[in-house]
């Protein structure tokens, strides 16, 4: 093993779109090495070598532990150091969260298709998890995960359908620093008393999203000591333009859950 004076940047999902573009923008900067990983060896491969000598093709399944560790043990053993981990590696949801065709029937519903939080969600902590392992042993420790995960945001995307469809409401809970038997006593300890969120402020969080009265949907609300705080769902940065590219569009909501989502704001 040797260590490169450059840095190196590990893509997951390497070899298309999104991906593509990362390693390419990388490796034109001309101060990176750049780990290609994607299930797909055909692209990823051809990719690699458009950018040779300073990209590499690796396959791998960031959904599978193993999978994505031996690749992080590979490149670090090529080049020496791990600098960033560009998290980029996803598949869209293949099943219908609303089960609405579901309706009127006595039967257990079939097993969720949970593919997608295998690959988009897991992925990302197992990546972030070998990256952490792998960033400490840096030349000089350290580095740069880039991701998007969140149950947050999750949750606010599914909120206005089932609100307005099942009179179903979905939120976010976010615990403070709890003291219940999951965190170490030895952390617990080094908490000063003014930081800890005491049980009863989850139960009011709780108790709140249980009452329907406000029918508060899409909510992040986290819980600090005692006291509830809403967490902001941000301005689009780009106004319209950027708003417009989350709406549901109608046709797509059909293919995959059967019927119109009948959102107010959704797009013909
Ligand atoms: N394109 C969009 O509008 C959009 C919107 C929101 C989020 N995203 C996210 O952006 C990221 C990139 O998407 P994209 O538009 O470039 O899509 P894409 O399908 O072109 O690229 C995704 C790549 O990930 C790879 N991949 C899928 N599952 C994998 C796995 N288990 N292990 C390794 N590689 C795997 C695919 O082979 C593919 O090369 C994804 O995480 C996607 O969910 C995309």
């Given at each position: 093993?040797?260590?490169a004076?450059?840095?190196?940047?590990m893509?997951?999902g390497?070899?298309?779109?999104?991906?593509?573009a990362?390693?390419?923008?990388?490796?034109?900067?001309?101060?990176w090495?750049?780990?290609?990983?994607d299930?797909q060896?055909?692209?990823g491969e051809?990719?690699?070598?458009s950018?040779?000598?300073?990209?590499?093709?690796?396959?791998?399944?960031?959904?599978?532990?193993?999978?994505?560790?031996?690749?992080?043990?590979?490149?670090?053993?090529?080049?020496?150091?791990?600098?960033?981990?560009?998290?980029?590696a996803?598949?869209?949801?293949?099943s219908?969260?609303?089960?609405?065709?579901?309706?009127?029937?006595?039967?257990?519903?079939?097993?969720?298709?949970?593919?997608?939080?295998?690959?988009?969600?897991?992925?990302?902590?197992?990546?972030?998890?070998?990256?952490?392992?792998?960033?400490?042993?840096?030349?000089?420790?350290?580095?740069?995960?880039?991701?998007?995960?969140?149950?947050?945001?999750f949750?606010?995307?599914?909120?206005?359908?089932?609100?307005?469809?099942?009179?179903?409401?979905?939120?976010?809970?976010?615990?403070?620093?709890?003291p219940?038997?999951?965190?170490?006593q030895?952390?617990?300890?080094a908490?000063?008393?003014?930081?800890?969120?005491?049980?009863?402020?989850?139960v009011?969080a709780?108790?709140?999203?249980l009452?329907?009265?406000?029918?508060?949907?899409?909510?992040?609300?986290?819980?600090s000591?005692?006291?509830?705080?809403?967490?902001?769902?941000?301005?689009?940065?780009?106004?319209?333009?950027s708003?417009?590219?989350?709406?549901?569009?109608?046709?797509?909501?059909?293919?995959?859950?059967s019927?119109?989502?009948?959102?107010?704001?959704?797009?013909?």
């Amino acid at each position: 093993m040797t260590t490169a004076m450059k840095k190196v940047a590990m893509v997951t999902g390497a070899a298309s779109a999104m991906g593509d573009a990362l390693d390419t923008h990388l490796i034109s900067k001309g101060s990176w090495y750049v780990a290609c990983l994607d299930l797909q060896r055909g692209p990823g491969e051809a990719l690699a070598k458009s950018l040779a000598p300073d990209a590499h093709f690796w396959e791998a399944n960031v959904a599978d532990y193993d999978s994505q560790a031996r690749m992080f043990q590979e490149v670090f053993s090529r080049w020496g150091r791990i600098d960033a981990l560009l998290a980029n590696a996803g598949i869209v949801d293949r099943s219908s969260l609303y089960i609405l065709d579901h309706r009127g029937s006595n039967v257990i519903p079939p097993a969720p298709n949970l593919a997608c939080i295998h690959v988009d969600y897991k992925g990302v902590v197992y990546g972030k998890q070998l990256a952490i392992h792998f960033m400490r042993k840096n030349p000089t420790p350290g580095g740069n995960i880039v991701a998007t995960a969140t149950v947050i945001n999750f949750c606010r995307g599914i909120a206005p359908v089932l609100k307005l469809k099942d009179n179903i409401t979905v939120n976010t809970v976010l615990p403070g620093i709890v003291p219940t038997r999951i965190i170490p006593q030895a952390m617990l300890a080094a908490v000063a008393p003014d930081y800890l969120t005491p049980i009863s402020t989850i139960v009011m969080a709780y108790d709140r999203f249980l009452s329907n009265d406000n029918f508060e949907t899409g909510l992040a609300i986290e819980r600090s000591v005692d006291k509830l705080y809403t967490i902001p769902q941000t301005e689009y940065i780009n106004g319209r333009a950027s708003a417009r590219a989350c709406q549901v569009w109608e046709p797509l909501f059909k293919i995959m859950h059967s019927e119109n989502s009948r959102l107010e704001d959704a797009i013909p």
